[in-house]
C-alpha cells in the first residue's frame, strides 16, 4: 500500500465512516460489459429566462446561489461586418480601446485601478458578427462594477496614447504573419472563399492600421454600442427584481438607435483548383474544401453527422484512421464544417504531412471523401457518430453563462424556438442513405479547391515510393499565389521571399 492510499485509509478511519470491500461479483469483465443508465436531460427552455427592460432591451437572467460571483455579458451585433472596404479591423480595435481607453470621465490609469481595487474582470471584444462585452464580479461590489462597467460602455474616453500604443501592438502581430504556415493558409484560404474584399476574407494592414483614429473608433461605438442593438445576459449570485432593477437605471437615458444589419454575404465564388503558396518549410500545410452549407440548411444535421464520421470524429474519424493511424503521414488530420447564419461558410479537410508524403495524404483525403458518395458508411459508423452528438448535447448548457450564451445568440440568428427540443430526435432519425445523399450533394471533390503551403518542388515529386504526385491532381495545373507582405499583404517580390 503507498504511503498516498494509507493515507486516505486512515482518514476514513478517524471519520468514522464505513470501508466497503469491492463486490467482485458485480465488476465486469470488460468494458463493454459496463451497463449505464440512459442519458436523460431536457434542454432548458429560452423563455423560462428571458426578460424584458422597461427601455425595451432583452435580458436573459439565470441566477445561481452556489458562489458570490455575478457575470454581466452584453452582445452587441456587428463586428467585422460593419468594417469599412478600405479600414479592415476598425470593429476589432474600437472593442479593445473601449476597454483600454479610459472612459470620458477616468483616465485608462485611474479606470484600471478602480477595477483592480474591486477585483472586477472586465473584457470587450468583436468577432465577425458581434461585439461582446463582459463583466465579471463578487456580489459584494455588484452596484460599484455595474457601474465602472456601463460608464465604459456608455462613454469610452479612447485616450489617445492608449491608441498609439495599441495600433503599435496590432503592427507588431502583423509583421508575424507570416512565420507560421498556419496563418498564410488560413489567410488565403479565406481569400479563396470569400474574396478579399468581403470582411471574411479582408485583412489590415499598416496603412490601414494606420487610418484608425479617434473618430473613427467613436463612429464605430456610436454605431454599435447601444440598447437598441443590444441582448444583455446575466448569471451568477443575485435575485432577480432586484438585477431587473439595477439594469433598467444603468440602461436609463442611454438612447437607443437601429439595430445593427445583418452581413452582406460575399459575391466570390471558389474556384476549383490546385494553389500553392511559397514557403521553404519541411512540411506542407494543406488544406482541400470547397463553399458550404447555411446553418439552417434542411441537410445541416445529416452533415454533421456525415463530417463526424469523415473527419471531425478524432481517432475514430476515417481520416484519422486512415492518415495517421494506418499510413502515418501526419500526426493530426481533420474535416470541419463551418455553416454561416446568413450565407455558405466552407466544409474543409487539413492537415501537415512530410513534403514528400503531401501528395499521397492529399490522395487519401480526396479518395475517403469519395468513398462517402460512392458507398453507404456502416451502421457502426452512424451509430458511433449520433452517440457522440447526441451523448455530447447537454454540454451546450452545462453552465449558466454558457446557457445564456446560447440563448442570446438564437435570438440574434433568429433559430426556431423547438430547435434544441426536437434537435436529439433529428440525429437519431437519419439513415444512412441521408448520409450519402448529402455527400453526393454537397462533397464533390470535382468542386472543390486544394491549397497547399510549402516548398513546390519537394511536395510536387511525391513519395519514394510512387504511390502519389501532386499532378494527379487537376491535371496537375498549379495555380502559384504569392507570398504576401506582411504588413502591405501585397505580393513579395520573387528575391525577398521570406523562408
Not at 472563399?193 to 489590415?204: C, I, L, N, R, T
Request: proline share 7%.
Amino acid at each position: 500500500m503507498t504511503m498516498r492510499s494509507f493515507a486516505a485509509f486512515a482518514l476514513l478511519l478517524a471519520t468514522g465512516l464505513p470501508v466497503l470491500a469491492a463486490d467482485t461479483a458485480t465488476i465486469p469483465k470488460r468494458p463493454e460489459e459496463i451497463a449505464f443508465e440512459p442519458l436523460a436531460f431536457e434542454p432548458p427552455d429560452a423563455k423560462t429566462f428571458r426578460r424584458t427592460l422597461p427601455d425595451g432591451t432583452v435580458a436573459y437572467l439565470a441566477p445561481a446561489h452556489e458562489l458570490p460571483l455575478v457575470t454581466v455579458s452584453i452582445t452587441f451585433r456587428g463586428g467585422s461586418s460593419l468594417d469599412p472596404a478600405d479600414v479592415p479591423g476598425l470593429a476589432s480595435m474600437t472593442a479593445r480601446m473601449i476597454r483600454e481607453g479610459g472612459t470620458a470621465k477616468r483616465k485608462p490609469a485611474e479606470f484600471d485601478e478602480a477595477l483592480d481595487f474591486l477585483a472586477t474582470e472586465v473584457g470587450v471584444s468583436a468577432n465577425e458578427t458581434f461585439t461582446t462585452a463582459t463583466m465579471n464580479c463578487l456580489k459584494s461590489n455588484l452596484d460599484e462594477s455595474l457601474a465602472l462597467f456601463v460608464e465604459m460602455l456608455r462613454t469610452p474616453g479612447f485616450d489617445q496614447d492608449r491608441l498609439v500604443t495599441g495600433k503599435a501592438r496590432v503592427l507588431e502581430s502583423l509583421k508575424q504573419r507570416n512565420d507560421d504556415a498556419a496563418s498564410i493558409i488560413g489567410r488565403e484560404w479565406k481569400r479563396l472563399v470569400y474574396g478579399p474584399s468581403h470582411f471574411e476574407g479582408a485583412e489590415p494592414t499598416a496603412a490601414t492600421v494606420a487610418a484608425i483614429d479617434r473618430g473613427r473608433l467613436a463612429a464605430t461605438h456610436q454605431r454599435i454600442v447601444h440598447p437598441g442593438n443590444a441582448i444583455v445576459a446575466v448569471s451568477g449570485d443575485f435575485e432577480e427584481p432586484a438585477m431587473l432593477a439595477k439594469l433598467a437605471k444603468a440602461f436609463d437615458g442611454w438612447e437607443r438607435g437601429a439595430s445593427a444589419p445583418a452581413p452582406t454575404p460575399p459575391t466570390a465564388t471558389l474556384a476549383p483548383g490546385l494553389y500553392h503558396v511559397p514557403k521553404e518549410i519541411p512540411q506542407g500545410k494543406v488544406l482541400i474544401g470547397s463553399r458550404g452549407i447555411t446553418r439552417d440548411d434542411p441537410d445541416a444535421i445529416p452533415l454533421v453527422l456525415l463530417n463526424e464520421i469523415l473527419g471531425a470524429g478524432g481517432f475514430t474519424s476515417r481520416l484519422m484512421q486512415k492518415v495517421r493511424s494506418n499510413e502515418g503521414l501526419a500526426y493530426s488530420v481533420r474535416s470541419t464544417l463551418q455553416p454561416k447564419v446568413d450565407y455558405p461558410g466552407d466544409f474543409r479537410a487539413g492537415f501537415e504531412s512530410k513534403n514528400a508524403t503531401v501528395a499521397l495524404a492529399t490522395k487519401i483525403v480526396l479518395d475517403e471523401i469519395k468513398a462517402v458518395r460512392d458507398e453507404l458508411v456502416t451502421e457502426d459508423e452512424l451509430d458511433t457518430a449520433k452517440k457522440s452528438v447526441i451523448e455530447t448535447f447537454p454540454r451546450q448548457f452545462e453552465s449558466k453563462p454558457q446557457m445564456l450564451r446560447v440563448f442570446v445568440n438564437d435570438e440574434w440568428t433568429k433559430r426556431p424556438a423547438d430547435y434544441w427540443k426536437t434537435f436529439r430526435q433529428k440525429v437519431a432519425a437519419v439513415t444512412r442513405e441521408d448520409l450519402q445523399r448529402v455527400a453526393r450533394k454537397h462533397l464533390d471533390p470535382a468542386t472543390m479547391a486544394i491549397l497547399v503551403v510549402g516548398d513546390w518542388d519537394e511536395i510536387a515529386k511525391g513519395d519514394l515510393q510512387g504511390r502519389a504526385t501532386m499532378k494527379e491532381f487537376f491535371g496537375g495545373a498549379v495555380q502559384h499565389l504569392p507570398l504576401r507582405d506582411p504588413l502591405t499583404l501585397e505580393p513579395l517580390p520573387d528575391d525577398k521571399k521570406a523562408p
